[in-house]
């Protein structure tokens, strides 16, 4: 389910209406520069690394406003706001940032990347190796979540932010939400996870191999060495539609299409698409063939595959003990990809280490993709809590007394 | 999940054991000659029709003990017993049929029929059409799951069965028992449809189309004509990958294979298989391969699709209004490919008409395929309805005394 498919563009905020943050810029950092390149985690290096990100808000002259958004597998950089005064859509979070909304750019400063490994101006295997001239390809090292956030560590350094103020994000950007408050502790005043895990699942593992075995049967594939012929679409389409039923709820999936035809009276007795549910996946599938890159697609879900936040650190428990920030964590009723039970483990680590922590499962009928929809419960949670958050940061810093 | 990756052989019947059937042979039945041939729910013909079907037990005199298994997608007729004393494994379901088992063949006579559209020597798109002299392929008429009701109906007279004493199978070996049931209610005794549902969902149509498009965008498929070439292996590989993580649950998938890698001390980070869980999915899809036709699968999902008990006959407490046998309905706690909302909305309509029906939840954490597992309950359950039902027939028979 993406934004279009479900909210009318005015439950959005239109171009140039009061909610809308306006015009955003994609900028682009680089960093990494050889011989200074990024060692990853599985041991190759990486650089230069370009990482293309937008901000909204202004960032407060303390410094103590900003809000870090961490994207999910298919998203980008572009969080809120319109790129041209023409653009038919917003940023794909833009139901909940922006002036009086949920995270209200009048009080905080928005700052949103495209992760490595990603194809949305961030350096990823479509981008061109600097080596060989050409496309990475395969030659891409595998990065990790931690790796994503390692590079998001130098961008708040170049941005000159002492610590965030929060940091959110659904489904894997809640894996990079985990990964920052253990791996910086002192540079993140809280954080709200949305709909993940401490690990990916057997399950989740599973899928993405599904969709990962799907591209790579695809002729186009060739290795990963497609960039110069065709892309191996219908393989990428295949593995977005399996990701995308994994997204619905079986309720939601039976509400929205049920067993309805689509263009037909009669059933055809082919294998042409005739439910409305084919129909939809198809779409889905082809439309994010036009704007996403397969190589990328395995690269990041195997990223999510390899994250296990407690693995070689101890158990969950542990891993959370010198964590600092305070947390607001959301689960969805109806999210069977990460279901609620998977929050519930990051709430009781967290709780068994006193670190202040709230719980809400929202009861959403839309299935994992819920935290893209409407949703005033949600909506009023988060604003509560980063209003809560800033107060006590701001009182907190009063009492230490201006800085020398 | 077969029952091979979760039974110790030993809990099966050894050939020649004391709860075997010991050895079966493959029988074929060929009607629908033409010019007779049938006409299916399609509109099309189709003649000759070839079943295979496999016999276990003993018919008796009074021809009133034959129970009916009605196979699922990946099924055949061979559901208990060895073909050869050299076998490795028995039928499907030798779990719950044999001397003293679930369904005692020292009790009745059982029976299982390969569906039409299979491939496992029943007439199917990898059958010779009699037209051309080459497969049918795509040229094989879509045939519904009530063509297939028909067909064994048609086995049924010419086994000289007047009513079948019981029926069961579970997922669309249920959508089978339904339709026999509103079908041919003169001629069922009683039924017992297992973790199955009055219609497919929404999501399983989504999880079956992904499938097709898998098979379907495989090159070596050919519009469905490669039975002279190499058969689309990988796409098919990809259609049973899928379909076998909704027959598990994600807890089992957990307990069985958590995150672990295979053979590796720690992650490879490139995309050869490393997770146990990968393993296990790309032997399923491989093993499949050897064994399924993909435009049997095609064939078949298609039917399940179409499958909807009430479509065209009013409400599903009308469509039982003239149902006759009485119930067991077994649904699986762990089940979410067809779950125990979906049983209890047959028990439901099945109750509204006053038919006698026990519903139980089988409590297993193995999702969907726990039918195919041991389960005691579900022995008990099914032994014991079979012999009240048996005994209740009997007492009828001799109530309305000797026929004339």
Wanted: proline share 6%.
């Amino acid at each position: 389910m993406s934004i279009d498919d479900v909210v009318p563009i005015s439950q959005g905020s239109r171009f140039g209406g009061p909610n809308s943050v306006g015009l955003v810029q994609t900028q682009f950092l680089t960093f990494a520069q050889p011989p200074g390149e990024l060692e990853l985690e599985c041991g190759q290096k990486l650089g230069p690394i370009t990482l293309a990100y937008e901000t909204c808000g202004t960032l407060s002259p303390q410094r103590d406003n900003a809000v870090l958004i961490l994207h999910a597998l298919s998203g980008d950089a572009h969080v809120a706001g319109y790129h041209t005064p023409g653009d038919r859509k917003p940023g794909w979070w833009d139901l909940f940032i922006g002036p009086g909304k949920a995270i209200d750019t009048t009080k905080y400063f928005v700052v949103c990347a495209n992760i490595i490994g990603g194809c949305k101006g961030s350096t990823g295997p479509s981008s061109v190796n600097p080596a060989t001239g050409r496309p990475f390809g395969l030659g891409f090292p595998m990065v990790t979540i931690s790796d994503m956030v390692r590079t998001q560590k130098v961008l708040m350094d170049r941005l000159d932010i002492p610590r965030w103020l929060s940091m959110t994000g659904g489904s894997m950007g809640g894996f990079q939400v985990l990964e920052w408050v253990v791996r910086y502790p002192d540079r993140v005043a809280s954080a709200i996870p949305i709909a993940t895990a401490a690990r990916l699942s057997a399950q989740g593992i599973a899928f993405n191999e599904v969709g990962r075995q799907a591209i790579m049967a695809d002729p186009n594939w060739r290795g990963g060495g497609y960039y110069e012929g065709d892309a191996p679409r219908a393989g990428l389409a295949i593995a977005r539609m399996i990701g995308h039923i994994t997204y619905l709820s079986d309720e939601q999936m039976h509400a929205k299409f049920g067993r309805r035809l689509r263009d037909r009276a009669g059933f055809g007795y082919d294998f042409k698409t005739e439910f409305e549910v084919e129909s939809y996946l198809k779409y889905q599938g082809d439309s994010f063939v036009r704007r996403f890159d397969a190589n990328s697609y395995l690269y990041i879900t195997k990223s999510m595959d390899y994250f296990d936040l407690a693995a070689g650190r101890g158990s969950l428990v542990e891993v959370f003990e010198g964590v600092r920030a305070e947390f607001l964590v959301l689960s969805i009723s109806s999210d069977w990809l990460f279901p609620t039970y998977q929050s519930k483990e990051i709430v009781k680590a967290l709780k068994a280490n006193g670190i202040p922590t709230t719980f809400l499962e929202l009861q959403s009928p839309y299935g994992h993709d819920s935290f893209f929809l409407p949703n005033e419960q949600m909506s009023a949670m988060i604003a509560g809590f980063l209003e809560n958050v800033q107060r006590r940061v701001r009182e907190a810093a009063a009492a230490e007394g201006p800085e020398p």
